[in-house]
Each structure stands twice: as structure tokens, then as C-alpha cells.
């Protein structure tokens, strides 16, 4: 019996597939079929699959091409699989002519004609893509924002609000709407990215919604939790999405650690403690507007927002403005702490500590791509790796197209954890149990 093998992602199976497996099948007896896992692809860089793993099986399914179907998780199984099943040809379409001659190796390689004129790309990108304004005056964020859509299906960013346009990147340059009206951009797009400065938020982000225009905004969202509690509601009367952007949430592995600790790895969690700070050297630094939202986010997402009681210390440079503040949380079976700054330097590690084992999360974690599980008994520690593009902006832009698209909140950060956020902001304001140093 002659045995073919081939794989793909097939996400909305088309004719250009279907074409490729009856070809496949025809080179033996027997066609093995190897559909992506969801994480594969986002390594191999195809962060843009519309369909779960199982639709994308079951369509290939569908066909009663395929023999078998197996799932393809890592970088080099294609060697194990023709060993293991005793694949005598691997076959795959001519896009990829060449990227898999080291397998003649393994057996024959055989590279089918593409089928022109159609492909998954093709196919989402038919559905009309939302337009977006990005609103902001800091070059750095702006350009490094604006580089992402082109990694996303289904959103194009197509103007700029800013006071700051000489600044900017070319690219920003040549987009077809600049201006310093924000109104003008209101107008012309569907979905506005806010990042000025927070106290501009609520005005911006109520005027985008009384528009019907969805929202993604840096953090805080606000600078108190009635007015952010008053957009939420906001968003739901008119249909539209209000998303926090924090980028940090969207990585793979600031995600999927979250899920450890849900599953009981460590145990009952008993602390978590972060710290996020630079020396950025501002005139005017504010240490808790630019890092706290970041730092609050997984002690809010792990221990939740009840706490019993925060405590601020504080060190103010000048009237308002911290260069340094940490927070101490006291929950009923639990503790955590917070430590940012702007002119003070600490490393800028997050761990989680529980009763079976903790996580450790080094520096500067908030760009997590990396972190251990860690027990008492040191083999069983574990070390997880998910590859971080884009600083996980463009996951999640393809999370704030999926909510306004599907309908459903695909948003990783829960409103509660918002507000939480935008109420420590507010007893801060208000010096709420706040000690200065
Ligand atoms: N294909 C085709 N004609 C098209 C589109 C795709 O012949 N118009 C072929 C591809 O060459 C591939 C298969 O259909 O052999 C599946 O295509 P994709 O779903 O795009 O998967 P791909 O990213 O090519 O994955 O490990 C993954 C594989 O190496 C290929």
C-alpha cells in the first residue's frame, strides 16, 4: 500500500483544497491528511485563522478524501509522522516548492500545482474590512500601532487624530485622513484606537459611541469607575464594543499562564506581586497612570476585584505626579502588591505564589513570552515558551475584530477587572488610604 501525506490549515475550505487532496490521494492508496492546531499556526506566523481546529478538521472530513486525519503541533513533526506511519510520498501545493526538499530524506516529495484565482486569504478578505482612526500624539506608540493592521484580516487603519504629525511615521504620513479635529476622523471610520491622554477618554470615548463607532482604548479607560461603568453602558445601548487595551493580556503566554493557575497548578494562589518600572526621566512622570492598569491586571484577573482594603505608598515628584507608588491588597485568603515607578528602578518580575508551587514570570514580564512553573521538588518545574509578535498588539486587534464581527465578546480582559482598574485610579486621585514617602 502506497501512503501520501499532506497538511494545511484549511480554514473555509475551498475548491483550491479540495483540488490539492484529490490530487494528493491520487499519488497512492492511502491519504494522511495533517490539519494545523491553532497554536501551530500562530508560530508559523498565520495569526488570522478564522476557524477553530475541530470546524477546519470536520470540513476536510467532509470531503471522504482523506484516510486519516491528524493534527500538526510542532516545528519538525512532519519527519515523525512519515516514520511513524511509513509515509512513502509527502505532498504539497507549489507555494511551497523547495521548503520541503529536506524531507526526500524521509520519501518522495512530491509539489502539486496551486490551483490560481483562490485562497483563504482571498475569502476573508472579501468580507469588507472595518476602518479604523488611531487618536494619540505619541510617535513611538502611534507608529509602532499603526505597523500591526497589515497583520490582521478584517481591520485597515485609515487615519490619524494627532497635534503631532511631523513625528510620525511615513507610513502614518500617507494615510488618507489626517487631522487635529477629531470629530473630522469620527466621521469617516468605524472604530477609533484612543491614546491620548486619560482625562480626554471619557469625551472621546462617548462621543465615538454616540456615534455608533466602536473603541479601543489604552488604559485607564478612565480616570473613575462611574464614568467607565456609564461607558459600558454606553457601548451595550448602541452595539458597539468598548475594549481596554492592554496588550499584555492578548500574549499567548501571559494566557495560557493564566490557565495554569485556574487549572490548580500552584494550588490556592496566596500572592501576586508585580512590578513594572523605567527611568524614563519625564518632566512630568505619573507612575501609576502609565503602569498601574498593567500591573493591576492579574491580581485583579487572578484574585478578582473583591479585595478587602488597598494601601497606597506614595512618592509625589511635584503636585500630583508619583515617581513612585506601591499598592498592598489585603483579600480574605490572599495578599498582593503592586510596585511602579518612573525614576526608580526595581526588576520587573511577576510571581505568583500558591500552596502546591509558584510561577515566576522574569523581567520585564509584561512582555511575557516566557515563565516557569516552579515546585518544592525542583524536577518538577516546568518551563512554558510561546512566541510573542508585535508585543501582542496584533492579537489584540484580531480579538477586538472578532467581538465587533462574531458578536461575541472575544475581549480577554473582563469588564469587572476595567472598572477595578479605573477605581484604583480614582481612590489614588482622591488619596484613599494613601501614605507618602
Ligand atoms: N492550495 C492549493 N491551491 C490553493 C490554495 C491552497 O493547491 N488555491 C494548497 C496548498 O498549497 C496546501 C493546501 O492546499 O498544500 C493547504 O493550504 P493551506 O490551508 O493554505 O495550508 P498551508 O499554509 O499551505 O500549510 O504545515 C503546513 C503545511 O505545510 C501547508
Not at 53 to 76: C, P, S, W
Not at 243 to 250: L, Q, V
Not at 295 to 319: D, M, V, W
Not at 352 to 376: L, N
Request: charged share 30%.
Amino acid at each position: 500500500m502506497r501512503k501520501v501525506i499532506t497538511y494545511g490549515t484549511y480554514d473555509f475550505l475551498h475548491y483550491g483544497h479540495i483540488r490539492l487532496l484529490e490530487r494528493a490521494k491520487a499519488l497512492g492508496d492511502y491519504l494522511i491528511v495533517g490539519v494545523t492546531a491553532d497554536d501551530f499556526d500562530k508560530v508559523r506566523g498565520k495569526i488570522n485563522v478564522q476557524q477553530t481546529l475541530v470546524e477546519r478538521i470536520e470540513a476536510v472530513k467532509a470531503t471522504g478524501l482523506a484516510d486519516k486525519i491528524i493534527v500538526e503541533e510542532y516545528e519538525g513533526q512532519k519527519i515523525d509522522d512519515i516514520k511513524r506511519y511509513g509515509v512513502d510520498v509527502f505532498t504539497v501545493g507549489s507555494d511551497w516548492v523547495g521548503k520541503f526538499d529536506y524531507l526526500k530524506e524521509y520519501c518522495e516529495v512530491v509539489y502539486l500545482e496551486r490551483t490560481e484565482g483562490i485562497s483563504s486569504s482571498e475569502i476573508r478578505a472579501q468580507k469588507r474590512a472595518l476602518s479604523m482612526g488611531i487618536v494619540g500624539d505619541d510617535a513611538i506608540s502611534m507608529n509602532k500601532f499603526q505597523k500591526e493592521d497589515i497583520y490582521v484580516n478584517g481591520i485597515e487603519i485609515i487615519g490619524i487624530c494627532t497635534n503631532n504629525i511631523e513625528k510620525m511615521s511615513d507610513k502614518i504620513k500617507n494615510l488618507s485622513i489626517i487631522t487635529d479635529d477629531y470629530k473630522t476622523l469620527l466621521d469617516k471610520v468605524d472604530s477609533v484606537y484612543i491614546y491620548s491622554k486619560p482625562e480626554e477618554h471619557y469625551e472621546q470615548i462617548k462621543m465615538a459611541l454616540n456615534q455608533g463607532k466602536h473603541v479601543l482604548c489604552e488604559s485607564p479607560i478612565t480616570m473613575n469607575k462611574k464614568q467607565c461603568k456609564e461607558l459600558f453602558d454606553l457601548a451595550e445601548e448602541k452595539g458597539c464594543i468598548l475594549m481596554e487595551a492592554i496588550r499584555t493580556a492578548y500574549a499567548t503566554a501571559y494566557s495560557r499562564l493564566l490557565l495554569l493557575i485556574k487549572s490548580g497548578r500552584i494550588g490556592n494562589v496566596v500572592s501576586v506581586d508585580a512590578t513594572c518600572t523605567s527611568l524614563r526621566n519625564n518632566e512630568v512622570t505619573t507612575s501609576l497612570v502609565n503602569w498601574g492598569p498593567l500591573a493591576l491586571l492579574p491580581i485583579y484577573q487572578i484574585l478578582g476585584c473583591n479585595y478587602k482594603s488597598k494601601r497606597y505608598i506614595t512618592h509625589f515628584k511635584s503636585e500630583g505626579n508619583d515617581d513612585f507608588t506601591k499598592i498592598d491588597f489585603l483579600y480574605p485568603n490572599a495578599t498582593a502588591s503592586i510596585k511602579v515607578a518612573e525614576g526608580v528602578k526595581a526588576e520587573g518580575e511577576l510571581v505568583i505564589a500558591g500552596t502546591k508551587g509558584y510561577i515566576y514570570v522574569p523581567a520585564p514580564w509584561w512582555k511575557t513570552d516566557y515563565f516557569e512553573v516552579r515546585y518544592e521538588n525542583q524536577t518538577l518545574n516546568r518551563r512554558y515558551f510561546y512566541q510573542l509578535d508585535g508585543e501582542g498588539i496584533r492579537y489584540e486587534l484580531v480579538a477586538f475584530v472578532r467581538s465587533i464581527t462574531e458578536g461575541k465578546n472575544a475581549k480577554y480582559i473582563d469588564d469587572k477587572v476595567t472598572l477595578a482598574i479605573c477605581k484604583t485610579m480614582e481612590d489614588f486621585e482622591n488619596h484613599v488610604n494613601l501614605s507618602e514617602i
